[in-house]
């Protein structure tokens, strides 16, 4: 891993300490990257987690007060409410920072954060692919980021500096980076993440309604079923905002889904042995070249 020794952020504020903020906090510390991290949130009990973690400094329950003389502010909080604590925070943000997200929506996000951004503070849209189905400060840990890809979805507007400081950081925490456009992120996000979440919901709804006489399905699960719907037991909040700021990607691979779905139904309804082995064939040969 190559570190910038001369990247370094005297306070940095994390707004939502839980398994994306606080893993960000705890690896930044751990490359030598910040002097002071300050949590923002709403629950005490949590935030005097991190602090006993040693994950943040302190905390502050107003984000007005966290966000104070910070250098960086990362905004780790549901996508449909990053503009809305920028515009809250606006006031209170210093000339010169740097604001940045973790949030896997971008061209929305993006756009309705400068329409609140201050001048003289600089927005990165960005979004680290790594997480776990858990959450708050507890679930943080530092090597979350190592190896794992960060997307960052710059436009015209966004300053080359900043852009540049906010690569460094996820470069330092282990991340392989890439930049690519708002709505090419969120076609992709759509496809290999948001789509999977909302079959890994609707699977786990399907086999509890599934009608097996005196017995319960569920209970009769085995790891198959428990790996695959893993990431249903992920927050229902946090995915409804996802699915409605995303909605136009999703519901095209939705559609796509279904289509597929539709004509496997087909082969098995009509016996047909050889279009199965096409297409199961197909997706293990895709699946096949995807690397760990």
Same mark, same amino acid.
């Given at each position: 891993?190559?570190?910038?020794?001369?990247?370094?952020?005297?306070?940095?504020? $994390? $707004?939502?300490?839980?398994?994306? &903020?606080?893993?960000?906090?705890?690896?930044?510390?751990?490359?030598?990257?910040?002097?002071? +991290? +300050?949590?923002?949130?709403?629950?005490?009990?949590?935030?005097?987690?991190?602090?006993?973690?040693?994950?943040?400094?302190?905390?502050?329950?107003?984000?007005?007060? #966290?966000?104070?003389?910070?250098?960086?502010?990362?905004?780790?909080?549901?996508?449909?409410?990053?503009?809305?604590?920028?515009?809250?925070?606006?006031?209170?943000?210093?000339?010169?920072?740097?604001? =940045?997200?973790?949030?896997?929506?971008?061209?929305?996000?993006?756009?309705?954060?400068?329409?609140?951004?201050?001048?003289?503070?600089?927005?990165?849209?960005?979004?680290? $692919?790594?997480?776990?189905?858990?959450? &708050?400060?507890?679930?943080?840990?530092? =090597?979350?980021?190592?190896?794992?890809?960060?997307?960052?979805?710059?436009?015209?507007?966004?300053?080359?500096?900043?852009?540049?400081? +906010?690569?460094?950081?996820?470069?330092?925490?282990?991340?392989?980076?890439?930049?690519?456009?708002?709505?090419?992120? @969120?076609?992709?996000?759509?496809?290999?993440?948001?789509?999977?979440?909302?079959?890994? *919901?609707?699977?786990?709804?399907?086999?509890? &309604?599934?009608?097996?006489?005196?017995?319960?399905?569920? @209970? *009769?699960?085995?790891?198959?079923?428990?790996?695959?719907?893993?990431?249903?037991?992920?927050?229902?909040?946090?995915?409804? @905002?996802?699915?409605?700021?995303?909605?136009?990607?999703?519901? @095209?691979?939705?559609?796509?889904?279904?289509?597929?779905?539709?004509?496997?139904?087909?082969?098995?309804?009509?016996?047909?042995?050889? &279009?199965?082995?096409?297409?199961? #064939?197909?997706?293990?040969?895709?699946?096949? =070249?995807?690397?760990?």
């Amino acid at each position: 891993m190559t570190v910038n020794n001369d990247l370094h952020f005297r306070k940095v504020a $994390i $707004i939502g300490v839980g398994l994306i &903020g606080g893993s960000l906090a705890l690896a930044m510390r751990e490359q030598g990257l910040v002097t002071e +991290v +300050v949590g923002v949130g709403r629950g005490v009990e949590n935030l005097e987690k991190a602090i006993e973690l040693g994950i943040i400094d302190s905390y502050s329950t107003d984000v007005c007060e #966290g966000v104070k003389d910070a250098d960086l502010v990362f905004l780790a909080v549901p996508v449909l409410s990053i503009a809305s604590v920028i515009k809250t925070a606006a006031g209170s943000l210093k000339q010169g920072a740097i604001v =940045t997200d973790g949030g896997s929506v971008k061209e929305t996000v993006l756009r309705d954060a400068k329409k609140v951004l201050p001048g003289g503070v600089h927005f990165i849209a960005g979004h680290p $692919i790594a997480g776990t189905e858990f959450s &708050g400060a507890a679930a943080a840990f530092a =090597t979350l980021y190592q190896g794992k890809k960060c997307i960052l979805t710059p436009d015209s507007d966004t300053d080359a500096e900043a852009l540049s400081a +906010v690569r460094g950081i996820w470069e330092s925490v282990g991340s392989i980076v890439t930049e690519m456009a708002p709505k090419t992120h @969120d076609a992709i996000l759509g496809a290999v993440s948001h789509l999977p979440h909302v079959i890994a *919901y609707a699977l786990v709804n399907t086999v509890d &309604g599934t009608d097996a006489g005196d017995r319960t399905a569920i @209970d *009769y699960s085995g790891g198959g079923f428990k790996d695959f719907t893993r990431i249903a037991s992920s927050s229902p909040d946090m995915w409804k @905002d996802i699915c409605l700021m995303n909605k136009t990607a999703i519901v @095209d691979v939705i559609e796509g889904f279904q289509r597929e779905l539709e004509t496997l139904k087909d082969h098995i309804k009509e016996g047909n042995a050889e &279009g199965l082995i096409k297409d199961f #064939g197909r997706a293990k040969k895709v699946r096949d =070249t995807i690397k760990n």
